[in-house]
């Protein structure tokens, strides 16, 4: 009995004022009566991974997989593994594709024939061989320089996996040319092609390549006015005196063919029009928007009728609509292409380059002029880079690169060219054989045969149109720099491998034309980082070519986006606006992996999960 009452509970009273007990409501003197309940540890879960990157990764895979399933039952046939078909068909881009790639280097190429060419690769390396050979002697080709013929087994047997590695070609993702116009872009060609009181002339000035990207604003400007566009009027280069006109170099009939339900393309203005005084523009500012256009010129236009353009190099903004970005490619890619004898002669040279076997193509800037303008030094002698200063101070407006740099600041920089040297030290380090066949493209260096002894010692299989044309074959181009450009142009575009030794118009325009094309490698030497190893002696060979391989990993034209970087132009990076990936995803993909990368915070994963469903739906 004593123990139970120990155990009772302790029962404690206090004595409070009745008047507070009046003043408090039965709710309130509840609350103080009865303790809070502790929060349930559930009751934030779901919030808490709301805001976890992983909570939007996992949901934008499951979207994916969604998205897969859907699209597994919604392909197109003729397109492989692509979600819809382009407005542009496949049979229009193979024909007019601008500089007759076959099939296979536009990307039109069915599984089998995907899984055929890697077995082709990999096990039967001579069957490219004797067909190239076979047409070569059903073309009655004779010729010294086709006499050493690479054979392939030989030069495999001394180090395939070396040798396979470099002419390995870079994932290209799947992206394909798809040139897909909205609604509104085809509603806006009928107003357009109604319409024939505005015509728009332009003149282009500047090298082969400079003239190309002119062309293909004039287009869009045109366009964007709603005029016609007489056929471009080309300056006559002050340093090559090249005389050819628009149709000289390029084919006129396919550029109107293909531009035909975009924008009216006509040879001359009509005769009403050539005695009135077009309005002349020669000051556009740059990179200018098609709202600047339209306020700037559209009225004028309306009332003169004509307008006068010239100098349009990087007036047009980089970022234009949709619509217009891939007017831009399907002019630059498909409609200007090379004028028949050009194409037929840059192809024949392309094809014995390839009876060779897998060939690098080089376009090599060592010519005085480009010394001069970037304002470094040769590096073959001090009696050449003496040359290079002389004609500097004769023309010091030539000067192009910063001027308050010295010569070696500017190449420490990644400013100037790379001679002969460091090209050979790059292309073995990088794992060049010894026995590549190699085109260079380029003028004439500085010093001659002499200023490229480094690479021909060390890749003795080194050509240049000159060494393949036959004889007379090269006399119709003589004195036309621009047309021998475009021969250039063609049998670097159509190597396995390309590399420039600087930037520049040819440079970027091949880029562009191998990334449509599917992606095929583009070197971009990484100046700026490499030459301090190139200029490290005590460096080990092994440990220079590791580091040297290490930089270029992604340099080696693998698919970008031009959206990634503001200004890029989209004929030098086609994605997106102007190729589709088989899995149509892949855009997003990359910029999700990009924002992981860099530790972006939850809500722009958020935005980009939205961006994706969106998509998918």
């Given at each position: 009995m004593a123990k139970s009452k120990n155990n009772a509970k302790k029962v404690s009273y206090i004595s409070v004022p009745s008047q507070i007990i009046n003043s408090l409501s039965s709710s309130s003197l509840q609350s103080l009566l009865i303790p809070p309940k502790k929060p349930s540890a559930n009751r934030f879960f779901w919030l808490k991974w709301f805001r976890s990157p992983r909570f939007w990764f996992l949901a934008l895979f499951l979207c994916g997989f969604l998205g897969m399933l859907k699209l597994w039952y919604t392909l197109d046939p003729l397109i492989p593994l692509s979600p819809y078909s382009c407005v542009t068909s496949q049979s229009e881009l193979q024909?007019?594709?601008?500089?007759?790639?076959?099939?296979?280097?536009?990307?039109?190429?069915?599984?089998?024939?995907?899984?055929?060419?890697?077995?082709?690769e990999v096990g039967s390396m001579n069957a490219r061989e004797l067909k190239f050979e076979a047409g070569i002697k059903s073309n009655e080709v004779k010729h010294e320089s086709l006499k050493g013929v690479v054979d392939f087994q030989d030069g495999i047997s001394g180090g395939i996996e070396e040798e396979s590695e470099f002419w390995k070609q870079p994932d290209g993702l799947g992206y394909k040319p798809c040139l897909k116009f909205s609604s509104d872009y085809r509603r806006g060609s009928e107003l357009i092609f109604e319409d024939r009181r505005k015509y728009l002339l332009v003149v282009v000035s500047g090298g082969l390549n400079q003239q190309r990207n002119q062309i293909v604003d004039a287009v869009v400007i045109a366009r964007i006015l709603g005029?016609?566009?007489?056929?471009?009027?080309?300056?006559?280069?002050?340093?090559?005196?090249?005389?050819?006109e628009f149709s000289d170099i390029f084919d006129l009939e396919n550029f109107k063919r293909v531009l035909a339900n975009d924008v009216r393309i006509?040879?001359?203005?009509?005769?009403?029009?050539?005695?009135?005084?077009?309005?002349?523009?020669?000051?556009?500012?740059?990179?200018?928007?098609?709202?600047?256009?339209?306020?700037?010129?559209?009225?004028?236009?309306?009332?003169?009728?004509?307008?006068?353009?010239?100098?349009?190099?990087?007036?047009?903004?980089?970022?234009?609509?949709?619509?217009?970005?891939?007017l831009r490619c399907k002019v630059a890619f498909h409609a200007l292409r090379f004028a028949p004898p050009v194409l037929e002669l840059g192809n024949k040279l392309a094809e014995r380059m390839q009876s060779k076997g897998p060939y690098l193509a080089l376009?090599?800037?060592?010519?005085?002029?480009?010394?001069?303008?970037?304002?470094?030094?040769?590096?073959?002698?001090?009696?050449?880079?003496?040359?290079?200063?002389?004609?500097?101070?004769?023309r010091p407006e030539l000067l192009t690169a910063k001027s308050n740099m010295t010569c070696h600041e500017r190449k420490l920089a990644g400013l100037c060219p790379l001679n002969a040297l460091e090209v050979a030290r790059l292309l073995k380090a990088l794992g060049a054989p010894k026995s590549a066949s190699i085109y260079w493209a380029g003028g004439q260096p500085l010093g001659?045969?002499?200023?490229?002894?480094?690479?021909t010692r060390?890749?003795?299989?080194?050509?240049?149109?000159?060494?393949?044309?036959?004889?007379?074959?090269l006399k119709p181009f003589a004195n036309k720099a621009s047309l021998m450009a475009a021969i250039d142009y063609l049998v670097s575009e159509n190597s396995d491998v390309f590399m420039p030794s600087h930037g520049g118009n040819m440079g970027h325009a091949i880029q562009g034309h191998r990334a449509y094309a599917g992606h095929k490698k583009y070197i971009t030497p990484n100046k700026r980082h490499m030459l301090p190893y190139f200029l490290n002696s005590s460096l080990?060979?092994?440990?220079?070519?590791?580091?040297?391989?290490?930089?270029?990993?992604?340099?080696?034209?693998q698919p970008e986006l031009r959206t990634s970087k503001a200004g890029r132009d989209v004929t030098k990076h086609p994605v997106p606006e102007c190729s589709s990936s088989f899995w149509p995803y892949t855009e997003m993909l990359?910029?999700?992996?990009?924002?992981?990368?860099?530790?972006?915070?939850?809500?722009?994963?958020?935005?980009?999960f939205w961006q994706f469903v969106v998509y998918v739906v």
């Open positions: 024909d007019s594709f601008s500089n007759g790639h076959t099939r296979q280097q536009v990307g039109f190429v069915s599984n089998d024939e995907i899984n055929d060419k890697k077995d082709q005029a016609a566009l007489v056929v471009p009027i080309l300056q006559v280069n002050v340093i090559w005196r090249d005389e050819s006509v040879s001359s203005l009509p005769s009403y029009h050539l005695t009135r005084r077009p309005v002349v523009e020669s000051r556009t500012p740059l990179h200018v928007s098609p709202q600047w256009i339209r306020a700037r010129y559209l009225k004028r236009l309306n009332r003169e009728g004509v307008l006068l353009l010239r100098g349009l190099d990087s007036r047009l903004s980089k970022d234009l609509p949709s619509d217009l970005q891939k376009h090599l800037r060592m010519e005085l002029d480009v010394w001069v303008r970037t304002g470094c030094h040769h590096g073959l002698s001090h009696d050449y880079d003496e040359i290079i200063n002389k004609e500097r101070k004769q001659g045969k002499e200023a490229l002894l480094p690479l060390e890749f003795p299989n080194f050509y240049n149109k000159e060494d393949l044309a036959l004889p007379g074959e080990p060979e092994a440990e220079f070519n590791r580091v040297i391989k290490e930089l270029h990993h992604d340099s080696l034209g990359t910029l999700l992996g990009s924002l992981l990368r860099e530790r972006q915070p939850v809500f722009r994963l958020r935005f980009v």
